[in-house]
């Protein structure tokens, strides 16, 4: 934001909240923003202090490098930190016709990707286990499908992500690597539109519009893969040729979902929501037929059975609540309610019977069963605040608290012929932890578990 007539300027953060003090009683407004068209608006200063400037996505689009020399010129980021716009991932080459975030990042500086580009993301020679990952400043603790292949970030529900790789601001707390910090869009308040994407491995369907115009819309993006219909038929043929019934199947889906109201001016509330899951399975049957010759001359047949069922899933659910609200002039909050789960499975069975083809009995059998569960889940609140002091000095400060609990876990079952013993349930004592967490901008951050 700039004043053409005195000169002054004035930066907005994350959530367009900016407050410039004006020299006179006239003022002409300048907003800019990379990627849209500049807006001039006049302004009388003694017939309005509040304003809402709507810009307009620009249809020339050039590169553009931004140079920010110290870090009061980025009061939203850190000093090494680079905003990517939703819209832009479809301009950046992508597997097999799927855009994918976490694939574009290995383009920036200071960021690799692990052995075979399937490793997670390093910054600046960290482990992937040491970036923070967030989407609606909610932490996501599994952001893979197909073991690393393409992320959990639905392209066509990101509005901006922003990755932060040295300087982390004192309200993300202590993290080694990076923060990614993923917004998602919030649904058009002016007119219903849509989007529907097919490709090779996934279908996307977009919707969003207002709900009562200018006061409230949503936003509902899907994305659903059919990597089933080539696995399946493969991998039967497969099986086939070695003697087996079966099929190995897998597929993913991501839904994400968002809702605001504009209360007044100075409030207005969104309600955010993400789901996806992977799910894998691997089944098969065997059947042979066992000839034995007695002592007497007997011909004894047997039948052998032998069969499988592996299943691997897991999958986040990811939820917020999110309050903006302007105290005067100087001041603006941002509060959010936030939840996080993570849930990893693992199940198998397995059987092996002999049969007697002469009398239908079963002489052999043996079968294990194993369920493994783990999870992770959080319920947190915080609360920021800006505090604009002067046109070039903001104050950035808040507090949150946050509740982990784990869950980990398993039952077994066999016949005793193996190492567990029959209905041997095996269960971890679930653990859980509480963070709370004091920041501000200038000072750094305290934190206590």
């Known amino acids: 934001m700039r004043d053409s007539l005195s000169g002054?300027?004035?930066v907005t953060n994350e959530y367009g909240f900016f407050s410039m003090t004006l020299l006179g009683d006239k003022a002409q407004i300048q907003c800019y923003y990379l990627g849209y068209e500049p807006l001039s608006v006049p302004l009388d200063a003694q017939s309005a202090k509040s304003l809402v400037f709507l810009l307009s996505p620009s249809p020339l689009s050039f590169p553009v490098v931004v140079v920010r020399p110290t870090l009061e010129q980025t009061p939203a980021s850190g000093s090494d930190a680079q905003i990517i716009k939703g819209e832009d991932l479809n301009l950046t080459p992508s597997l097999l016709g799927e855009p994918d975030l976490i694939r574009m990042l290995p383009l920036l500086p200071g960021v690799t990707t692990g052995t075979d580009g399937v490793e997670g993301i390093h910054v600046r020679g960290g482990n992937p286990?040491?970036?923070?990952?967030l989407i609606d400043d909610v932490p996501v603790y599994n952001i893979y499908h197909v073991a690393g292949v393409f992320s959990v970030f639905n392209t066509s529900a990101i509005r901006t992500a922003e990755i932060i790789k040295g300087g982390f601001p004192a309200r993300y707390g202590g993290r080694l690597s990076s923060v990614l910090n993923v917004r998602t869009k919030e649904g058009n308040s002016q007119r219903y539109s849509g989007e529907f994407n097919l490709g090779m491995l996934a279908l996307r369907a977009t919707?969003?519009?207002p709900i009562v115009k200018d006061k409230c819309a949503f936003f509902v993006s899907g994305r659903q893969s059919f990597l089933d219909w080539y696995i399946r038929p493969l991998s039967s043929y497969l099986k086939e040729n070695r003697g087996e019934r079966g099929d190995i199947g897998y597929q993913f889906h991501d839904l994400n979902a968002k809702l605001h109201y504009r209360f007044s001016f100075k409030d207005v509330l969104y309600l955010s929501y993400y789901n996806g899951s992977d799910f894998y399975?691997?089944?098969g049957f065997r059947r042979d037929t066992l000839v034995f010759l007695a002592n007497n001359k007997d011909t004894l047949r047997y039948?052998?059975?032998q069969s499988y069922v592996e299943q691997l899933e897991w999958g986040n659910k990811i939820a917020s609540l999110r309050w903006n609200h302007i105290f005067g002039d100087k001041l603006?909050?941002?509060t959010v309610l936030t939840y996080s789960k993570l849930e990893v499975g693992l199940h198998y069975y397995d059987t092996d019977s002999v049969i007697n083809l002469r009398n239908q009995l079963t002489e052999y059998q043996?079968?294990?069963?194993g369920d493994f569960r783990s999870a992770i889940e959080d319920i947190g609140i915080k609360s920021d605040f800006d505090l604009s002091m002067t046109d070039k000095r903001t104050v950035r400060f808040g507090a949150g608290v946050t509740r982990r609990f784990f869950s980990p876990g398993a039952l077994?079952?066999?016949d005793g012929i193996g190492n567990v013993d029959p209905g041997t349930i095996k269960m971890s004592r679930s653990a859980h932890s509480n963070t709370l967490s004091i920041w501000n901008r200038n000072g750094g951050s305290k934190t206590a578990d």
Request: hydrophobic share 35%; net charge negative.
């Open 412 to 414: 077994a079952y066999d």
């Open 303 to 305: 039948r052998s059975d």
């Open 129 to 133: 286990e040491q970036n923070l990952v």
């Open 332 to 334: 603006f909050s941002n």
């Open 366 to 369: 043996v079968f294990n069963i």
């Open 8 to 10: 002054k300027t004035a």
């Open 281 to 283: 399975n691997n089944d």
């Open 207 to 209: 919707l969003e519009g």
